[in-house]
């Protein structure tokens, strides 16, 4: 059967043989994925494992060799970078927190009440194409308005200074993420039929009990899949804690940063940013093993 | 399917107050800089109390504004070239190789993507010093490069699967050889997915501050990173209107994605780029 008589609606079934007429690329693909994948190789995974091989370097020095743990245990004896981890630790877990809720909200509410939903898709979309430094700049200048106007109201006596606090990094990293965790719950929900919420409501269940029982459940793995990039994004932040932190914050990317540009301390901030990368590990691991367990049925 | 249904139900939804809350929210900080930059005097105030356009020709005239800008354009540009030059051949292979070269190129580019910015520029970086190599721009270019790939192989993916592949077939069966099919009949039909994965990586080599930060050159700055050194000092409405001026290009850019039909791709870009 060739192509010119295959004439069957949109949508039906492919006929025998389909498979077999999807159209191959030359080598199976090798030679068209190869300029790619030499690219990664060359500018991902040889500089990878150059970090790795630098955090193990006997001295600072550039391309120094030998082999020792110290950079490791150096890092863990100082308390300013210990402090630094913490810090590192909490923004990014309260940001998980925060981001998951409002995100969870939002898709939520997307979902229930879908008016202008196209609109506010690309709304809540194009900020993101908006540079980074722009929108903390801007994030700043609000943050001074909101606390002038609460001054002037009387409700604060003094200046919120949030544009330079562990709560303005937190806003900001929120501002940031909350675009993809939400499209990534809303997705989740997608499968879930409004009219279960219907039945819910009318077998008795409460708000709370439809949120809990009903639309969570279904909303797990879009919250999983979007913690975990927020934990990642908001750990390995450099631009938000230096530019909200007002150089008072410190966490692990500003130390990888600083090590690097201030003292040329190389095989410090490789071993600096070989921690950040265990770090990040930890909730990538932890939710790949947990949502295996959840599609097979384990509770 | 989705513009069916939301024919079939345009009959009033509600609309979510929580979500337009949100959405004026994000957008709230770049209406507050864009309204700061037309501020007639030489120091910030919101709201301001005159509109003047004057800053805005300071800020293209500022000298390292203005040096910094073309560099980071004309790296943008480079960037797009490159990275199409990547990523079309590598999409056609996920869609159209066998299952080994599917696999090992969903690795190579999903791996990157949940690597902090910094630590990959941090590889690049010790990586370029044990090359000696000095000129900064190469290493600017691929490091971007690098962020905006998962992205434009994901577009590319989603715009080559949109296309009906008996098409393709049917070209060979009148005649056409192989690559003349695929350049006719499917090439074609995936421009806008191209130009969608280019506005990516354009907006992203544009956008980018931490590899710029580690791999620019003191002479040799990007745009971001000389206002982020410039907001260190001073925040006054040059920094404003200059800031202005990017919120124009990602508006634009997104107003060009949505025609394309690529801004929704941008929600599976799983995080920012800082």
Known sequence: MTAATDVRPPGAAPPEGAARRRPQAPFGGWLLSAPLLVFTAAMFLYPALSVVRTSLAESNERGSGGFTLRHYADFFADELYVRALLNTLVIAVVTVIITAVIGLIFAYQLTVRPGLRALQISLLLTPLLINGVVRIFGLQLGLISVSDVLMWLGIVDSPLGLQHSMTGIVMALVMFQLPFMAMAVYASLSRLDTSVLEAARTLGAGRVAVITRVVLPVAVPGLVAGGVLTFAAAAGAFIVPAMMGGGRINTVPQMIYISVSQSDQWATASAFAVILVVILLVPILFSARWSTRATYGGR | ?274
Request: proline share 6%; charged share 10%; no cysteine.
């Open chain 2, 1 to 274: 399917m989705t513009t069916v249904t939301t024919r079939a139900r345009r009959t009033r939804q509600p609309v979510s107050l929580f979500t337009l809350l949100v959405t004026a929210l994000l957008l709230l900080p770049l209406l507050v800089v864009a309204l700061a930059a037309l501020h007639p005097d030489e120091y910030l105030l919101f709201p301001p109390d005159g509109i003047s356009l004057r800053w805005f020709g300071e800020a293209l005239e500022h000298p390292s504004f203005r040096r910094s800008l073309v560099l980071s354009l004309q790296i943008a540009v480079a960037s797009v070239i490159v990275g199409l030059l990547l990523t079309v051949p590598a999409a056609i292979a996920l869609t159209r190789g066998n299952r080994r070269v599917r696999r090992t190129l969903q690795g190579a580019t999903v791996t990157p993507l949940v690597t902090p910015d910094m630590l990959i520029a941090l590889g690049i970086l010790i990586m370029l010093s044990q090359f000696a190599l000095s000129s900064s721009m190469v290493g600017l270019v691929l490091g971007h490069v690098l962020v905006g790939v998962p992205l434009a192989i994901q577009v590319l993916v989603a715009g080559l699967a949109g296309v009906d592949p008996n098409l393709e077939q049917a070209a060979q069966t009148l005649g056409a050889s192989r690559t003349r099919a695929f350049l006719t009949v499917t090439l074609p039909s995936i421009l806008p997915a191209i130009g969608s994965a280019a506005v990516f990586l354009f907006i992203f080599s544009f956008d980018n501050v931490s590899i710029s930060l580690f791999l620019a050159s003191p002479g040799q700055t990007t745009l971001p990173i000389t206002m982020y050194q410039y907001l260190e000092y001073n925040a006054d409405p040059t920094v404003a209107a200059m800031s202005t001026i990017l919120i124009v290009v990602g508006v634009a850019s997104a107003l060009l994605l949505g025609r394309l039909g690529g801004l929704g791709q941008l929600a599976g870009a799983g995080r920012a780029r800082r």
